[in-house]
C-alpha cells in the first residue's frame, strides 16, 4: 500500500493551523498512525488508529479519516511542532510509511 | 524508564555483513514485537523488518527479504538484525522500535538508531 502525503512542504507561522494529508493507494480502514520526527532524532509516535492520541501527546495534535484520506491536524503551531511528520499503515504487509510532509517556519 | 539502545553500526563493503543489536530495558520485552525501521541519508522513514514477541513470526520487506534475518533473545532483552550481501542502497540510519500494544504494528518506542554505510 502506497501512502502519498500531501503538502511535502507546508510554511507556517506559529499559532496557525497545520493541515497534512495522507492519502492510501487502497483502503487501510483506520489502521494509520501518524509520527513526528525532528532533526537528529528518532521518530515520535503522536497518533494511532487514525484518531488516539499517543500517551502524552498534546490536544492541538488530532487525527481524522478513514478508509484512503487521512488527515493530522495542529490547531495553533507551537515552536517545538516545527518538524518533518510520517503517516504509517499497518493494515496490509508490507507495512508502509508516507514520504512525509516537513512544517517550516514562514 | 523504557529504553532502546542500539548498536552494531559500522563502514562496510558492498557484499559484506554486519549484525545489528537493540538492547531493551523498561518493560517486559518478550510480551511486544519489535522491528527494525531505517532511514537513508537525507530521505524516508522504510520499514524493514518486524518479529513478534515470542520470535516466532517474522515479516520482511522485500527489499532485504532473503538478505537480512531478524531474531531476538528473550533472555537477554535483545533484537538483532542479520544484514548479509549489502549494498548501497541499505545505508541507513537502522532504528529499533517496540510495538505499542504488543502486536499493533505501531510502535511508540525508538531507540536512537545506529548508522550503516556501505561503500567501497
Known amino acids: 500500500i502506497v501512502l502519498t502525503q500531501s503538502p511535502a512542504t507546508l510554511s507556517l507561522s506559529p499559532g496557525e493551523r497545520a493541515t497534512l494529508s495522507c492519502r492510501a493507494s487502497q483502503s487501510v480502514s483506520i489502521f494509520l498512525a501518524w509520527y513526528q520526527q525532528k532533526v537528529g532524532q528518532a521518530p515520535r509516535l503522536l497518533i494511532y488508529?487514525?484518531?488516539n492520541r499517543a500517551t502524552g501527546i498534546p490536544a492541538r495534535f488530532s487525527g481524522s479519516g478513514s478508509g484512503t484520506d487521512f488527515t493530522l491536524t495542529i490547531s495553533s503551531l507551537e515552536p517545538e511542532d516545527f518538524a518533518v511528520y510520517y503517516c504509517?499503515?499497518?493494515?496490509?504487509?508490507?507495512?508502509?510509511f508516507g514520504g512525509g510532509t516537513k512544517v517550516e517556519i514562514k | 524508564e523504557v529504553q532502546l539502545l542500539e548498536s552494531g553500526g559500522d563502514f562496510v563493503q558492498p557484499g559484506g555483513s554486519l549484525r545489528l543489536s537493540c538492547v531493551a530495558s523498561?518493560?517486559?520485552?518478550?510480551?511486544?514485537?519489535m522491528t527494525w525501521v531505517r532511514q537513508a541519508p537525507g530521505k524516508g522513514l522504510e520499514w524493514v523488518s518486524i518479529?513478534?514477541?515470542?520470535?516466532?513470526?517474522?515479516y520482511y520487506a522485500d527489499s532485504v527479504k532473503g538478505r537480512f534475518t531478524i531474531s531476538r533473545d528473550n533472555s537477554k532483552n535483545t533484537l538483532f538484525l542479520q544484514m548479509n550481501s549489502l549494498r548501497g542502497e541499505d545505508t541507513a540510519v537502522y532504528f529499533c522500535?517496540?510495538?505499542?500494544?504488543?502486536?499493533?504494528?505501531?510502535?511508540?518506542?525508538w531507540g536512537q538508531g545506529t548508522m550503516v554505510t556501505v561503500s567501497s
Open positions: 518479529i513478534s514477541g515470542s520470535g516466532g513470526s517474522t
Open positions: 488508529d487514525a484518531s
Open positions: 504509517q499503515q499497518r493494515s496490509n504487509w508490507p507495512l508502509t
Open positions: 522500535a517496540k510495538d505499542f500494544l504488543g502486536s499493533s504494528h505501531t510502535f511508540d518506542i
Open positions: 523498561g518493560f517486559t520485552f518478550s510480551s511486544y514485537a
